[in-house]
């Protein structure tokens, strides 16, 4: 983690073989590791001084002193040395045994009578009395006998660090090995990525006086001040590597694609059948003056489900291709990627089919690459995309092979970005004689903290309001095993349809038989679907194992469905992620236009699917699905000008969190305000692992959702050190922090491919 000479000790070296194995067990390898392992949490001494209330198995520390001690022989000659301590009001046993009564001698002479100190064990039980065997024992220093090992009475009072640890080695013994390779290091041993003139300004500790202050804490005040520094330090890392990306990338020229009057832009916001909202047309013109630039537009687009990013996104597109160059556009699934290529070409009509006869003067066309496609048609596109003749490529992370090319790659629009990271995106870019413009946008809203630090390379754009019309989304949390709200779900369903609505249901997996989270999530994966949902299903609560029914699988709900009276006669068609793509596309269609106007389906629709008639979601065993995850689900429905239900069925209990959270959904659409909410529930690093690969390792004390106030500072704090030297090779330990932290991220991304 960190490195200069002293620091890149390997562990067995400095602590000896049997620590240093048992440290490598927690992953810990060089002295910068261990010195980075830091607390979880301090144990104020006084409180665990408190001998009445131990409990046996505890691993406890007590401050106690000693009343008598005594050394004897066991009947079968090996030495046995038991002492009794007390805080004044209760007594413990310590018990120590050796081969021999002689190998004890020093410790009788160590635990005398009336001599205090903290004695560190396992509380157990042995013949009705509380003991600890072989209790570390660190006396307190007396006047008269100095003992080497003998601690000074003040550590006493100290907060106590508590580590991570397990068991057979224990925290006190991480405690050990910290001390042992903390205490002779020196300031020189210890570089310090933080500038020397950031430290002065804010008076912020060295490194070095950080580590000290967060493993040897002199009180409370001690260890936060260590702790705040340290965060900071973690922040400014991370905020420095994105500055300085960020400015590397803008000193890269890109193609200026200004916009053209009378090309395919202005034929498509003629044909548009709706006006721009007033957010649409202001983040419009933001996109268009930077496309216009001879400078790599870098740019992320938020907004909730449903805000319109995508037409945004199109119109920078068109723009481009307008200009003469070729816009990709990245989609997370296969459904997703057709749907967008199946809309472009929609609104483009004869726009979109250059080189047939019907296909108009200026005309462009759109290829489609995606994983499955059969080889003729991947051949096409990949010849469509490499000669030009493709304005627009939509695909899945099939883009990204090797050998997709492209004439003129001008833009680069990343949909739903969560589940691409940094690495993806340049490799897009790679693609491009000249740094091409990108566009990201984000599927969820995401608090503004996150975007920082996930996406802090980009300048924000947000869509902040829903295109007009809207009629809104009820929704309602069904509990499950009730047959009248079961019949009643069903009926509505049927009233939907029979209106001229869509209805989704979305089930947690395939088959009866699969493991939810395991392969049919796996599966659904093939088409990139959704990192997140991983998460979602262990935040699901099973709900007490053995008791709950199993969980509803697609396959067998379908089969249900058509055997309910209630739908009668209704297309119902299946949608999965084992299913071959024509099959995939086939389903899909018959939804969009009506044929099949119900759909079974496991959330392969999450994301951005858009059929403006869909008028009602159900999702079974909702609680297995995480809040944001709902919460896009619930984004397909009430798109159009009808009104969206929003069915979540769940068996999940009052008093549960899994209910409280289903009951938040059902009582907000604010996407930004449950994506906080979300990111509290949950481990955040999850959140953020999904988002960007990796970039948690770098993170130990930083939480995103708390500190925003120490992001704000470090991200202002890095973008004036890049603005004195882009390259930041005035501060070298701030780059070699920052590489280390990339170090990390890029194994993890290594792994995962
Ligand atoms: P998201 O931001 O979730 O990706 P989409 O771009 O898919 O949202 O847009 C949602 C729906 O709203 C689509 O059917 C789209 O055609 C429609 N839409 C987009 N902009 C407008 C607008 N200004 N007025 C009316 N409908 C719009
Ligand atoms: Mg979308």
Redesign the pocket.
């Known amino acids: 983690m960190l490195s200069s000479d002293a620091l890149g000790v390997r562990l067995d070296r400095a602590t000896g073989a049997r620590t240093g194995k048992a440290l490598a067990k927690l992953g810990l390898h060089t002295v910068g590791d261990l010195l980075r392992h830091y607390p979880r949490r301090y144990a104020e001494a006084a409180t665990l001084t408190d001998m009445s209330a131990l409990g046996v198995g505890e691993h406890v520390t007590v401050v106690a002193e000693v009343v008598r001690t005594s050394l004897r022989t066991t009947g079968n000659g090996k030495g046995l040395l038991q002492s009794t301590i007390t805080d004044g009001t209760s007594r413990l046993e310590l018990t120590f045994f050796a081969a021999s009564r002689r190998r004890l001698e020093w410790r009788e002479e160590q635990l005398r009578a009336g001599r205090r100190g903290l004695f560190t064990g396992v509380v157990s039980l042995y013949r009705g009395t509380t003991q600890l065997m072989h209790p570390e024992c660190r006396l307190f220093t007396t006047d008269d006998d100095p003992h080497e090992e003998d601690v000074a009475l003040d550590e006493a009072e100290r907060p106590i660090p508590v580590y991570p640890a397990f068991a057979g080695f224990e925290s006190w013994k991480v405690a050990k090995a910290v001390r042992q390779v903390l205490d002779p290091l020196t300031e020189a041993d210890v570089p310090d990525p933080v500038p020397a003139d950031l430290r002065a300004r804010d008076g912020l500790p060295t490194l070095l006086e950080a580590l000290r202050l967060v493993h040897v804490p002199p009180d409370e005040a001690g260890w936060r001040r260590g702790r705040e520094r340290l965060r900071y330090e973690e922040a400014l890392v991370l905020q420095a590597e994105l500055a300085r990306r960020r400015a590397r990338v803008e000193q890269e020229e890109a193609v200026a694609r200004p916009p053209r009057t009378g090309g395919l832009l202005d034929a498509f916001d003629a044909r548009l059948p ?4 007033p957010g ?1 047309r202001r983040v419009g013109e933001e996109v268009a003056a930077e496309l216009a630039a001879p400078r790599p537009m870098q740019r992320l687009l938020q ?10 996104a199109l119109r920078a597109m068109l723009q481009v291709v307008d200009a003469g160059g070729q816009a990709a556009l990245l989609a997370p699934t296969e459904v997703l990627a057709a749907q967008h290529a199946r ?1 472009l070409r929609g609104l483009l009509g004869d726009l979109a089919e250059a080189g047939t006869l019907d296909g108009a003067e200026q005309a462009t066309r759109i290829a489609l690459l995606t994983g499955s496609l059969p080889a003729a048609a991947r051949r096409a596109s990949l010849l469509d995309a490499a000669g030009g003749r493709a304005g627009i490529v939509v695909g899945t992370h099939a883009l990204l092979a090797e050998h997709v090319q492209f004439a003129d790659l001008g833009l680069v629009v990343v ?1 739903e970005q969560h589940r691409f990271g940094v690495e993806q995106r340049d490799a897009l870019r790679a693609k491009a004689g000249r740094t091409p413009h990108t566009l990201v ?1 984000t599927a969820t809203p995401i608090p503004r903290t996150v975007a920082m630090t996930v996406f802090g390379d980009l300048e924000t754009s947000v ?1 902040d309001e829903l ?3 809207r009629a809104g989304i009820t929704t309602h949390h069904v509990p499950a095993g009730n047959a009248r709200w079961t019949d009643r779900t069903w009926q509505r369903v049927r009233e939907e349809v029979d209106g001229g609505g869509r209805a989704y249901v979305v089930c947690p997996r395939i088959e009866p038989d699969d493991v939810p989270g395991g392969s049919a999530q796996a599966d659904d994966d093939e088409d990139g679907a959704d990192l997140l949902a991983a998460v979602a299903g262990t935040v699901g609560s099973p709900g007490g194992a053995g008791t709950r029914p199993p969980l509803r699988a697609v396959l067998e709900v379908v089969d249900e469905l058509r055997a309910r009276p209630e739908l009668a006669g209704l297309g119902i068609g299946v949608l999965h992620g084992r299913m071959p793509p024509e099959e995939k596309d086939a389903a899909f269609a018959a939804f969009a236009s009506g044929a099949s106007p119900v759909l079974v389906s496991t959330t392969v629709v999450e994301v ?1 699917v ?1 059929v ?1 008639d869909a008028t009602v979601m159900v999702v079974l065993d909702a609680d297995r699905f995480g809040i944001s995850q709902l919460h896009q689900l619930r ?1 397909r429905v009430g ?2 000008g009808r009104p969206g239900l929003c069915l979540l069925v769940s068996r999940a209990v009052p008093g549960t969190d899994a209910h409280a959270r289903l009951e938040t959904l059902a009582s907000t659409t604010d996407g930004f305000a449950l994506a906080a909410l979300d990111l509290e529930l949950r481990h955040e690093g999850d959140v953020l692992g999904a988002a960007q690969h990796g970039r948690t390792s770098s993170l130990r004390l930083l939480r995103v959702t708390r500190d925003a106030d120490v992001i704000d500072r470090a991200r202002a704090d890095a973008r004036a050190l890049v603005g004195q030297d882009m390259t930041l090779a005035t501060w070298p330990t701030l780059v070699a922090a920052i590489e280390e932290s990339l170090t990390g991220e890029r194994d993890e991304f290594l792994d995962r491919a």
């Not at 709706?274 to 909202?277: C, R």
């Not at 449903?306 to 037409?311: A, D, E, M, N």
Request: aromatic share 4%.
């Open positions: 709706f006006t721009l909202t649409q907004g909730d489900v449903g805000s319109g990013k995508t037409v945004v809309t949909d946008m869509l295109p007009a019309g951005g858009d403006p984004g798109r159009g």
